[in-house]
């Protein structure tokens, strides 16, 4: 293989990941703005996260991410809940793409479409904390998230 032929490799690939890059800012932002703007109480705060992460805080108790797989050229869009102690789980996965959509179907540039998928994906979050205060229980999250999995 020539120089030339690495060259052009090297060009494919730095541009198929800078548009991968460039989706997920999308979906970000668009997520972003469907959150802030949304006239829904959906007790979401923003919060600060490590470089690429989206971290929102629900209810003041528990922190939702909102990630892209470390692995290079990943397409894997993570939800993980976590609570004030440290516990992590993973709610949900979506893929990306590098034409624009999420789970082939929603659009990274609308803000309503990505807010409605995000909810989707950690709806068992909210159904299995209204279930425990409902009955009056505390939260366990890694039962939460076992359940989300199989319902």
């Not at 120089?3 to 997920?24: C, F, G, P, T, V």
């Not at 440290?86 to 929603?106: C, F, K, N």
């Not at 425990?132 to 199989?150: F, G, K, Q």
Request: charged share 20%; glycine share 4%; net charge negative.
């Amino acid at each position: 293989m020539t120089i030339w032929e690495l060259s052009e490799k090297a060009d494919y690939i730095a541009q198929r990941h800078q548009q991968l890059q460039e989706q997920w800012h999308l979906y970000c932002n668009s997520l972003v703005q469907g959150i802030t703007l949304s006239k829904a109480h959906l007790h979401h705060a923003m919060s600060c996260a490590a470089q690429e992460d989206l971290c929102f805080i629900l209810f003041g108790h528990f922190t939702i991410y909102v990630t892209l797989a470390d692995n290079f050229n990943s397409h894997v869009i993570e939800y993980h809940v976590e609570t004030k102690d440290g516990e992590r789980q993973r709610i949900a996965q979506a893929q990306l793409m590098t034409d624009g959509m999420v789970d082939g179907h929603v659009s990274t540039r609308d803000r309503h479409q990505v807010l409605e998928h995000y909810l989707e994906k950690i709806a068992p979050v909210y159904d299995g904390l209204y279930a425990a205060v409902e009955h009056n229980l505390p939260v366990n999250l890694h039962e939460l998230v076992s359940e989300s999995r199989t319902a």
